[in-house]
């Protein structure tokens, strides 16, 4: 079975440019999730959406972040100017939306480097 | 708020050592807990679940089992392997709110 997949694995760029970060869900998933993950930081959840709709983008770390998705199989993750401060591995999850027991299912990320 | 508190690491074990990484949670309410495992380059996996008091999830020799009177959610195993090297993290979802654990890391050595 496929999971969830991301694209890219890495991304090396520099500061002002515009990065964007794709996933693809688990096929029949209606729940995902993008976090970001830094030594200092841990893992942080920064958006995440049901049925395609955002539900809790409290975690977005200013407007130069914004995420998107516009069908069930497709969601982006777009950083508009980068600064080097945002160089994390960014993860994408998805999981069935059902009463809080069912598991995330994680891409392997993508890690940026915003030079 | 719904929070997670685990053990900090990083842990040194071992191979054949016992293994506790301890995890207790803050919650109202009945939250399903779990334990995530990240492997260098890769993604959290799911290692095992529990979803009511007394449960206990189970997987490849590790065992968690859901306290609520204790509100604790520790992770063990009998005996460690090299392979076993690698981030933990303990996690509760409470419709929907997924809330993790700073991760402990884990190393067993030959």
């Known amino acids: 079975d496929a999971g969830v997949i991301q694209s890219p694995r890495h991304e090396v760029t520099e500061m002002g440019q515009e990065v964007t970060l794709r996933c693809k869900p688990i096929?029949?998933?209606?729940?995902l999730f993008w976090y970001r993950q830094t030594m200092m930081r841990g893992l942080e959840l920064l958006i995440y959406?049901?049925?395609?709709?955002?539900?809790?983008d409290s975690g977005m770390p200013e407007d130069r972040f914004s995420a998107k998705m516009p069908n069930a199989s497709f969601s982006t993750l777009k950083i508009q100017p980068s600064e080097p401060r945002d160089s994390a591995v960014y993860f994408c999850?998805?999981?069935?939306?059902?009463?809080?027991?069912?598991?995330?299912?994680f891409g392997d990320g993508t890690r940026l480097s915003i030079l | 708020g719904n929070s997670v508190t685990q053990m900090e690491g990083p842990v040194t074990l071992s191979e054949e050592a016992f293994l506790t990484i301890n995890c207790t949670y803050t919650?109202?309410?009945?939250?399903?807990l779990f334990w995530y495992v990240q492997y260098p380059g890769e993604g959290l996996q799911l290692l095992l679940k529990?979803?009511?008091?007394?449960d206990k999830g189970s997987n490849k020799g590790f065992e968690a089992t859901y306290r609520k009177e204790t509100t604790s959610f520790h992770l063990e195993k009998g005996s460690v392997q090299v392979s076993d090297s690698a981030v933990y993290f303990c996690?509760?979802?409470?419709?929907?709110?997924?809330?993790f654990g700073a991760g402990t890391r884990l190393t067993v050595k030959p």
């Open positions: 999850a998805s999981s069935l939306m059902g009463g809080g027991n069912q598991p995330q299912h």
């Open positions: 096929s029949g998933h209606n729940s």
């Open positions: 959406f049901n049925n395609n709709v955002p539900i809790d």
């Open positions: 919650a109202t309410g009945y939250p399903s």
């Open positions: 529990a979803t009511k008091a007394d």
């Open positions: 996690a509760l979802d409470q419709r929907n709110d997924m809330r």
